[in-house]
């Protein structure tokens, strides 16, 4: 991570104008019931520079376009359109259209419950690693405002009991929507000549599916591969902006929060499952990865 980059976080999207949240959970920021947004112009806002992002957000465009590079592309969001921005990505805002409409999502990590559907879940994930802006058809766009709708609704009932469950499963639900989307670009995509480094990343990604329950070494994927495990994770990083260990952490600490929501299997069932040698070991690596203990997140 490039430390001269200002890193920004939700705090930093609470200080703006209008925001609706929950401080350190969920930002909302939107104007999609006016006619435009006052004082916007077609210039980049005052003061604006590269950020990297220390969350996930979604930006939705309804009318007029917003101009941002990401990643050192520039990009173009018309209506129907939405970026997905995730952790780690350095963004930049080019230019607000005055008749912007739209909405803009951001929570913190690991915001959304679990699922039971690991490898999509990480599938999903894998095809925004270098794509970033896609777009609804025309049908599909009203679900998902009424979404989002929902969502703002439910951030405003402040003294409901289960606000930030409901609220996980309704950004759970706008993320759904997304999904199918986003996976037929990257479909689309995958019949295009891959570079040489893209065709290794993706080949990991497919045996970390296949292997994660039993394998988290990178010497092993590396083999598998016939490369050495420093150039692996070289290629990864490169690809990816992630490391080859991270990956397969990822899909690891995903399927055993799975499993600890679940209630079916005992914690050293469970660390027995993914093949830890013992219950203190998967312990370790749960706490590492999820910062609370394997008994502290199924209870919480």
């Not at 909405?103 to 913190?108: G, L, Y």
């Not at 329950?213 to 083999?223: I, Q």
């Not at 749960?286 to 609370?292: D, N, P, S, T």
């Amino acid at each position: 991570m490039d430390h001269s980059i200002f890193l920004l976080d939700i705090s930093h999207l609470t200080e703006i104008d209008k925001a609706t949240f929950i401080e350190g959970e969920i930002v909302l920021l939107d104007n999609i019931d006016s006619s435009s947004c006052a004082g916007q112009t077609n210039q980049p806002p005052r003061g604006t520079f590269p950020v990297q992002a220390k969350m996930s957000m979604l930006l939705f465009c309804l009318e007029g376009k917003i101009e941002m590079r990401i990643a050192l592309k520039e990009y173009v969001l018309h209506p129907n359109m939405f970026f997905i921005i995730i952790p780690g990505v350095i963004f930049e805002v080019i230019s607000i259209s005055d008749d912007f409409r739209g909405f803009v999502i951001a929570t913190r990590n690991n915001f959304m419950p679990v699922t039971e559907k690991t490898t999509q879940v990480m599938s999903f994930y894998k095809c925004l690693q270098d794509r970033y802006c896609f777009s609804f058809e025309e049908k599909d766009v009203p679900e998902f405002i009424k979404v989002y709708r929902d969502i703002k609704e439910t951030l405003l009932e402040e003294n409901h009991p289960f606000r930030t469950p409901m609220l996980q499963s309704y950004v759970q639900i706008m993320y759904y929507r997304m999904a199918p989307v986003v996976i037929k670009e990257a479909e689309q995509q995958s019949k295009y000549p891959q570079t040489r480094q893209e065709e290794i990343f993706h080949r990991f990604i497919h045996e970390v599916e296949m292997y994660y329950r039993k394998e988290r070494s990178v010497k092993f994927y590396a083999d598998l591969l016939c490369i050495s495990p420093k150039y692996l994770s070289s290629v990864i990083y490169k690809v990816s902006q992630k490391l080859a260990g991270e990956w397969i952490d990822a899909y690891v600490i995903l399927e055993a929060k799975t499993l600890l929501k679940s209630g079916k299997l005992t914690v050293q069932q469970i660390s027995e499952q993914l093949n830890f040698p013992n219950q203190s070991f998967f312990g370790k690596f749960f706490k590492r990865c999820a910062g609370m203990s394997p008994k502290e997140y199924k209870n919480s």
